[in-house]
């Protein structure tokens, strides 16, 4: 019996045999869980794909979750955006696996002027080979989201000073021009040696053609509010070409007066989302004109007046410019600084007190505080208030107080919203610079 069990244990024939049958089911098991991990990674993929298809494409620019958005007027889940992604998601993976088990969950939302789609997906893979280890599914799943960041959506008001110290030539070499000609010519303009260009139109309308204004004109002479007309029609266009949808960015302009005797807020453009109907009307902004010289005593540049108006043209309460429902509202305030107006009551500046009604003097900041208080923002660009060292009333009256016009210019500004041109630099090219950093700060949101 010992022998026969013996010889047995010593004959190797058949172990070979033994050894693969024994093996081969983790063999069988090994190979079936690479090729069935090689399947799920690779549906893993394709459900990857979809997922990132379907949250981008719900919200494209173009997209009806990226309208409903901007109709929104705050913030919430978009159901439409949602159906979208699901479709989308469902179109890609549509004759790849047609019966796989396959959980899908999709969300749109909007917070804050960004909205984001979230898909998550869970699908069951069925195995092959790894059946014969007992395992029969292989399940795979993940999450994928999208962000797409809402234009900012504006209301402009543009508030450009356009009274007669506006008529001052435009650069030194100007004002050297316009002094020598007042200075040799024979215009009705008063004074000689003489930098403002006076626009005179009697109170029957009649222009009078010798009046400093036509002087300038007639010897290419630029005065100041012909470049700041200019410029806030190229304004225009630059903001088409920056906006990312259409009526993302509203107009409206405003003068001081188009004549001294009914001085007041002068609504040059109805606010609109036509800029090129507000660049061709603000293009024909001109100076005020005054009936005779001295008029009132000059008294036509009153910034509280003027600040206390158009905050009454700034209709609804500003928003956070997160959808058109949604606008932020923004002064943008183009003037050289100094007021000249009756103000019984009292003036800002003691330097700027010329009688006692009459104040020639820096802003009055507490007017722009007003409507900030009522989170309107306000954009200032500040073209220098020319020094003028041959011009009497410059000496007398401005210089006291010359070197406080920007700071306080600068104070009615809100933060980040200042511009200061000199008559070197360009109206237009810094008018613009303003423009983009308005459109380009990130939006606040509480």
Same mark, same amino acid.
């Given at each position: ?18 050894? /693969? ?24 993929? $394709? ?13 494209? #620019? ?85 962000? *797409?960041?809402? #234009? ?55 222009? &009078?053609?010798?009046?400093? *204004? ?7 002479? /630029? ?19 920056? $906006? ?37 009307? /603000? ?14 005593? &000059?008294?036509? /540049? ?145």
């Amino acid at each position: 019996m010992l022998v026969q069990l013996s010889r047995m244990l010593s004959d190797t024939r058949g172990n070979f045999g033994i050894i /693969t049958a024994l093996l081969m089911v983790p063999l069988v098991g090994a190979a079936g869980l690479a090729l069935d991990i090689s399947h799920a990674l690779f549906m893993r993929t $394709q459900l990857y794909n979809a997922a990132d298809a379907a949250a981008v494409g719900a919200i494209t #620019p173009n997209s009806m979750a990226v309208t409903k958005a901007m109709q929104m007027p705050g913030n919430g889940t978009i159901d439409i955006g949602a159906e979208d992604a699901r479709k989308l998601f469902l179109q890609q993976m549509s004759g790849k696996d047609a019966d796989l088990p396959l959980e899908v969950e999709v969300s749109v939302t909007k917070e804050n002027g960004t909205i984001e789609s979230r898909v998550t997906f869970n699908a069951t893979v069925p195995t092959t080979l790894m059946k014969v280890l007992g395992r029969n599914t292989v399940t795979v799943g993940g999450t994928v989201s999208a962000r *797409y960041q809402m #234009p900012a959506f504006i209301d402009f008001y543009m508030l450009l000073d356009n009274t007669p110290s506006m008529g001052v030539a435009a650069t030194p070499g100007d004002v050297e021009k316009m002094e020598y000609v007042t200075r040799h010519g024979n215009a009705s303009g008063g004074d000689k040696n003489c930098a403002f260009a006076c626009h005179i139109v009697s109170e029957a309308g009649i222009e &009078d053609k010798s009046s400093y *204004y036509n002087v300038a004109k007639n010897n290419g002479i /630029t005065i100041r509010i012909d470049v700041v007309a200019q410029a806030t029609a190229a304004l225009m266009a630059t903001a088409e070409k920056t $906006q990312t949808v259409k009526g993302q960015f509203r107009v409206a302009a405003y003068t001081f007066g188009k004549t001294a005797q009914d001085a007041s807020l002068y609504k040059v453009a109805e606010l609109s989302e036509s800029l090129s109907t507000v660049a061709s009307a /603000t293009d024909k902004i001109k100076l005020m004109s005054i009936p005779y010289q001295n008029y009132d005593n &000059d008294q036509q /540049t009153s910034f509280d007046d003027a600040l206390t108006r158009i905050e009454k043209e700034v209709k609804g309460v500003p928003g956070s410019g997160s959808s058109a429902a949604d606008r932020q509202k923004i002064v943008f305030f183009v003037a050289d600084g100094v007021g000249d107006s009756r103000k019984p009551s009292g003036c800002t500046s003691p330097k700027g007190k010329v009688d006692a009604n009459r104040c020639i003097e820096p802003i009055d900041t507490k007017y722009c505080t007003k409507l900030k208080e009522r989170n309107i923002r306000i954009a200032v660009l500040y073209t220098t208030y020319l020094p003028l060292p041959k011009n009497d009333f410059w000496n007398k009256w401005v210089k006291p107080f010359d070197t406080s016009i920007g700071a306080k210019m600068h104070e009615c500004a809100s933060p980040g919203y200042y511009f200061e041109v000199s008559p070197e630099e360009g109206i237009g090219q810094a008018m613009n610079a303003l423009f983009k950093k308005i459109v380009s700060t990130p939006r606040l949101t509480s």
